[in-house]
């Protein structure tokens, strides 16, 4: 969850300047460990508490709390949820829970790295809820049609990390375990398969598997941005087990139209993501939930859930709705300073992260395309993150309207004098323009002689 790879030896840390020169700084720790059985991790979690205080899970690693749990067994089975964050001390959050029960297993811990991250008390409990009926700023309908807001169709994704309650979290399977868990969902893909709508094949990464596809088909499917990439990269994936086995129990289910993509066996069991272009927002919601549903009223195949903080992932910062939904939207006139600083200033009110294309540091288009999508995943419902998206979709087009005003009158300017019988730009009287009340008056009114901005020879022009 960080940038760098870094180690921590419980001895030496960061690099500070002293008199314009770099000098290593011995780190003392905050305390030692007594001798036993842990004594070499939490020493290394104690100098890490000094050296990085930002690192999260090792930030609220404490050890009263620690030594108070009641076997050895736990308190191993903890220490393994902070491995990562014990060997990469520039991580940002520096924990994967284990097994679907460690989020309220070890509650005491979690409950604290939970509020940190998603700034939510401690006593924060998430609700699940798909319904769009009756929220406030909604069409009665339910009907999200980007259109009669004079959007064009946009390019949406919606993706959800789910895991299985049988097994354990990617971070503590074993080989057989992966094999068996893709085996098991492979009766899932059989039926979406036979299901209208989906349609499509599996691709296994698994030697031997009925599925197998060799190098070259799963460097395509990489070169093609639908399947995942070899995980022994990811430093923070490998320390925490994450990555281990590879290939084993990984591949990914593209259906029919290759709009509908499920990883298995990358940082959770299963990453579930469809992708639409359109304008009824609805349409990617709704194929995204009934996909979920076939899996999870599947004998054997239930998603795992905490009755407190919702759909279970690997990592705290996707617990809850394990959902991140996104917009590409063209803001030429809010981004035409090259930046999406007014886009953000839009946004940021409304919970909203807006990006460029690539993700996050990467640039917006060059046509001022950026990525708009909720910040929350957890103590938000799925209507709610919904509902954000549409209404900042909603906002973002209005305050693109408006940036638009002192362009479209430097053209008006222009076609007065090189086509003086366009009557509308002829007529069009800038002080009158000036003295209407609010914008959306000057809106509308440019509306109305929009055809004669845009075809300068027209001749009525309104």
């Given amino acids: 969850m960080g940038c760098a790879n870094s180690k921590a030896d419980g001895t030496t840390a960061d690099i500070v ?17 007594p001798e036993g059985p842990f004594k070499a991790d939490l020493d290394r979690i104690y100098a890490v508490k000094v050296s990085n205080p930002n690192n999260l899970a090792i930030k609220n690693f404490d050890t009263d709390y620690f030594n108070s749990l ?40 979690f ?42 169709a946009l390019s949406m994704r919606v993706r959800v990390g789910r895991n299985l309650a049988d097994f354990p979290l990617p971070g503590a399977m074993n080989q057989d375990d992966r094999v068996a868990m893709e085996a098991k969902m492979c009766l899932a893909f059989d039926k979406l398969k036979a299901t209208d709508g989906y349609g499509g094949r599996y691709h296994s990464l698994t030697p031997g598997h009925p599925d197998f596809i060799n ?10 941005h639908i399947m995942f990439k070899d995980m022994a990269v990811d430093t923070y994936l490998a320390t925490a087990g994450i990555a281990s086995d590879w ?32 304008t009824l927002l609805n349409d990617v919601f709704d194929r995204l939930h009934n996909a979920l549903d076939v899996i999870d009223t599947m004998p054997g195949l ?6 407190d903080y919702g759909y279970v992932t ?42 460029g294309t690539g993700g996050e540091h990467t640039p917006i288009g060059k046509d001022g395309t950026c990525d708009i999508s909720p910040s929350a995943r957890f103590c938000i419902s799925e209507a709610e993150i919904i ?5 900042g979709l909603k906002l973002l087009k209005e305050e693109e309207k408006k940036a638009g005003i002192p362009d479209d009158i430097v053209k008006i300017k222009s076609i007065k004098k090189s086509n003086p019988t366009n009557i509308a730009i002829k007529t069009f009287n800038e002080t009158y323009f000036n003295s209407l009340k609010s914008d959306e008056e000057r809106l509308a009114l440019l509306q109305i002689v929009r055809s004669g901005i845009d075809n300068a020879d027209s001749g009525m022009g309104c």
């Fill in 247 to 278: 290939p084993f129990g990984r591949g990914c289910y593209v259906s029919e139209d290759k709009q509908f993509v499920i990883w298995v066996g990358e940082e959770d069991h299963l990453r579930i993501m469809c992708m639409f272009k359109g």
């Fill in 314 to 355: 690997s990592c705290p910062t996707n617990l809850g709705t394990g959902m991140r939904a996104s917009v590409h939207i063209p803001l030429p006139n809010l981004t035409s300073d090259g930046t999406d600083s007014k886009a953000k200033a839009i946004c940021k009110p409304l919970g909203l992260s807006v990006r």
């Fill in 70 to 109: 009641a076997t050895d067994e736990d308190r191993t089975a903890l220490i393994q949820c902070v491995r990562s964050g014990i060997e990469n001390v520039d991580s940002g959050m520096g924990c994967y829970a284990m097994q679907p029960s460690d989020y309220d297993r070890f509650k005491p811990f």
């Fill in 215 to 224: 190098e070259s088909e799963y460097k395509a499917l990489v070169k093609s």
């Fill in 302 to 307: 239930s998603f795992a859930r905490s009755k």
């Fill in 17 to 33: 300047k002293a008199a314009g020169k770099a000098e290593p700084v011995k780190v003392v720790p905050l305390q030692v460990a």
């Fill in 111 to 152: 409950s604290k790295v939970l509020s940190d991250y998603h700034k939510v008390p401690t006593t924060a409990k998430h609700v699940t809820n798909w319904n769009l009926k009756g929220v406030k700023g909604l069409p009665e309908d339910g009907k999200l049609d980007l259109a009669k807001l004079g959007l064009p």
């Fill in 387 to 391: 509902t954000a998206l549409y209404t």
